[in-house]
Each structure stands twice: as structure tokens, then as C-alpha cells.
């Protein structure tokens, strides 16, 4: 009997150690672990910058005018001769038939009795052309037109970058380039180093005109945010 007490005792002692050396293991694990998290919890976050001038490779150059008559007839024979004065003065300028788009006529039939005109039109001529330059300066010579009895009421050019593909690469690595610089400068003087990134956002790459005199040359301008490791 008192033997069997004693092994009882011993099973009881054998299972405390056991319990206490796994509550030690366990607590050197969750330091090591918690340390290590400590050290990947270490970063900084930065921002790259890069900037490009580029010019427009599309320009849509919009010619308006209205008509206005109290007969049909006239109102018609008006937008076609206004229509082509304007295609020909956009081909004797240089561009091509091809780029040169008309809008389908939007015709107003006022209906009030004291109305000036009976029907008021509104007639848009538009060209689509990669020549920016005589896009611009055509733009400029559009008083010969008045000459030639057709008065525009708007008269825009909307200048676009369309390759945009093609600098993407170069502004990304830029921004990150500076953005590795702006982390290296931050680490020296908190006296760690800069590790991998661990996380970024390209960001959105913003295209506006470089200046109101010249629509026509863009500025791209890109801001990456990046999280770099400190170690």
C-alpha cells in the first residue's frame, strides 16, 4: 500500500516537471516570437516622386455655329453651305477628309408666338488628328471663316497623351528610386539600414497641361507610396 502511494507520488511529480518545462519552452518561444515581430514591425513609409514634360500626340479640335430661320428650307441650305466652307478651309489647312467628322445637326422648332426665329440649329464640325501643330496654329486663323459668313460660337482644341504605356516603366522606377533614397536618408539618421519593400501603391499617374500658353505639352506626374523594412 505504501508502495503504491510513493509510485503515485512520483507519476504526480514527473507530470508537474513536465508541465513546468513546457510552461518554459512556451514562454522562450512567445519571447523569440514577440522579438521577431518587434524587428518586422520596424519601417518606414515613404513617398517617390517623378515628373514628365511630353507633348500631346492627339489633338480633337471642335468647330461649332448655329443657324437660325423661320424657314426650313433656308435653315437647311444654310448648315450645308456653313458645313462645307468649313471642310474646305480644313483641307486647304492640311488636314485630311478622313479626320474631319460632322455631328448630326441638333434643330430647336420654337414655338412661341413672338419667337424670332421658328428654328434654331445648333451644328458641330470636329477634327481628330495626330498633327498637334497645325491643329494649334489652324486654330488661330479661323477669323478667315467670318470672311466667309460662318460665325463659331466655340471653337476648342482638346490636346491628349495617348501613349502612356511608354514612359510608365521609366516614371515608376524613378519614383521608387527616389522614394529608396528619401527611406535611406530617414534610416542613417536613425541609425538602422533599409531592407526590401513590403508593401507599395504605384499611385495614379496625373496628366495636366504643363501651362495655360501651351496646351499642348503636358506634365505626367506620378506619387508611389512604398514601405520599406528597417534593419
Known sequence: METTNISKKGKYLFI???????????????????????????????????????????????????VKSNNIDMLYADIEKNITTIKAFLVEKGFEATEINVAPVNIYQDTYKDAAFRYNSTNQVSVYTK??????SSSNETLLLVKKGVVLNQNFISFEFSDLNSIKPEMLAEAIKNARDTASQFAKNS??????VTRGNQ??????????GSPEY??????????????
Open 203 to 212: 499611385g495614379v499617374f496625373d496628366i495636366t497641361d504643363k501651362d495655360p
Open 191 to 196: 541609425g538602422s539600414q533599409v531592407g526590401s
Open 16 to 66: 508537474g516537471l513536465a508541465l513546468v518545462i513546457f510552461s518554459i519552452i512556451m514562454s522562450v518561444a512567445v519571447f523569440l516570437s514577440a522579438k521577431d515581430f518587434s524587428k518586422q514591425g520596424s519601417y518606414v513609409e515613404v513617398k517617390g516622386l517623378s515628373e514628365k514634360i511630353v507633348k500631346a500626340d492627339t489633338a480633337i479640335w471642335s468647330l461649332s455655329f448655329e
Open 131 to 136: 498633327k498637334v501643330d497645325l491643329a494649334k
Open 218 to 231: 503636358k506634365k505626367i506626374r506620378l506619387v508611389s507610396t512604398l514601405r520599406f523594412l528597417l534593419k
